[in-house]
């Protein structure tokens, strides 16, 4: 059922990319949107999560390099029963972590330097784990694809208002046109990446729990990185809003905004809901060694 919804979100995120079009620039307008919406969706799939891991400045990590979270990481993707992910450091103090890739065999798992650092062992396991789950899920495609077109919409209205805006501007309804696309589309395209991240967070959750094979971690985390990432601002975030909906926690410190307008469920629903996972035995995966106890996640000098 997630899969029909969510199929049905990203074509209503397409057919505003084609509704903004025609505002713009008429019928004419309209086809170009289409031509330009497939072309990012094609350009999307082989490229979101470069462009993803790239917008955030994230740094590739090794074995070598970080011995522990590489390890932490491949224990849980043989939990999973997931080829080992790429793993990334974000420079930055806010806790957070997100995960990005077309396919389980490209996928890629990043987490920030504050996440190791405010985190304990098990709280870290959780929130990697509940990534993997996306991944698991295939929920990264689809997400980063929901970022790349939202990003390309926003560009769409720029472009309208320094080569648009005229009222014979092939059939479009020029200026009052490009006014009406650059209020409702970006407002649009945000509900879209909202429901579809939301559609998302509860299954990873679970999931997550399962392949940690314990709820505990993932639950505390949920408490301390929810209050403290409202505090600390990642400006790779603020310069890339549509990417928000990626990441376990907004990263976006501007949440003087109603329940309603949220990339993410409800934190306090999200962890009560892990909560009545208590007495879960994890055999609802097969795994091969348990992350129990998992090395300090600090880098090797």
Known sequence: MNVVKTGMLLA????????????????????????????????????????????????????????????MVATLARNAELPMPRVYLINSPQPNAFATGRNPENAAVAA????????????????MAHELAHIKNRDTLTMTVAATVAGALSMLVQFAFLFGGTRNNRGGLGIVGVLAAAILAPFAATIIQMMISRTREYSADRLGAEIAQDNRGLMSALRKISGTAARIELPSAEQNPSTAHMFIINPLTRRGIDNLFSTHPNMENRIAALAAMDGFDGSAMRTTAAPSRIPNVRRRR
């Not at 094609?42 to 090794?62: C, G």
């Not at 920030?112 to 929130?127: F, P, S, Y």
Request: hydrophobic residues 50%; without cysteine.
């Open 112 to 127: 920030t330097t504050g996440l190791l650092q405010i985190l304990d062992r098990e709280e870290v396991a959780g929130v």
């Open 12 to 71: 209503a995120l397409t057919a505003l990319f084609m509704g903004a079009g025609y505002l713009i620039g008429g019928p004419a307008g309209m086809v170009m949107a289409l031509i330009l919406a497939i072309g990012t969706n094609i350009f999307a799939y082989w490229n979101s999560d470069k462009l993803a891991l790239k917008a955030h400045n994230a740094q590739l990590v090794t074995e070598h390099s970080h011995p522990e979270l590489v390890g």
